[in-house]
């Protein structure tokens, strides 16, 4: 079985804008910066022989290449405590359409319908059980966030793998989108 996801690789560029953020946070364990990404479809467990059908159905995802913006900070809570905190991304048609037709390839391979709306963002940092209180002066001196628009050429399909520490990420395939 392979823990699969599919998502935009950063610009090194990026990656270090977002890196020069990581300080200060309050119980935060910060993404490594060979690890940001901005996740398409989380896919979850699968057998290699569906990976790879799923990894050529992708190849025939044909969309133009766009440009993104990140701006401003949020984060997600379970019933009052901050598990992460991202980098908002700013609102992009043309995100939003190839990532429709990532989950139709998805569930045409057989992945389950995602029941959660998608909110498109970059993981900056995890935390565990802490009250927005103890990091709300961080994300007010972080908010102002704003990395210059960066073009988005193509997604890729992952791997993730858990053990001690971070989970490692390996890129099996890259999909180019359209010039």
């Known amino acids: 079985m392979m823990r699969l996801f599919v998502a935009l690789p950063l610009p090194v560029d990026v990656r270090a804008q977002l890196t020069a953020m990581q300080s200060g946070l309050p119980g ?3 993404i490594d910066p060979q690890n940001m990404h901005l996740t398409l479809r989380f896919i979850g467990e699968m057998p290699e022989p569906d990976a790879r059908d799923l990894s ?4 025939e995802i044909h969309v133009p290449t766009f440009e993104l913006r990140l701006s401003g900070i949020g984060h997600f809570d ?3 405590s901050v598990h992460s905190v991202w980098a908002r ?6 995100l939003l359409h190839l ?11 057989g992945g389950q319908v995602e029941k959660r ?10 935390l565990k059980d802490t009250p927005l209180e103890r990091i709300g002066p961080w994300l007010e ?5 704003n990395v210059p628009a ?3 050429s193509e997604f890729a399909l992952f791997q993730s793998q858990l053990g001690h520490g971070a989970a490692r990420y390996t890129e099996l395939a890259a999909y180019p989108l359209l010039a």
């Open 150 to 152: 960066f073009p988005v």
């Open 78 to 80: 379970r019933r009052g």
């Open 117 to 126: 709306k998608f909110t498109p963002h970059v993981t900056l940092a995890r």
């Open 56 to 59: 050529l159905a992708l190849s």
């Open 99 to 109: 990532q429709a037709k990532i989950e139709s390839v998805v569930v045409r391979s």
């Open 28 to 30: 935060g364990r910060w």
């Open 141 to 145: 001196c972080s908010g102002a966030l």
């Open 89 to 94: 991304v700013e609102k992009s048609d043309a």
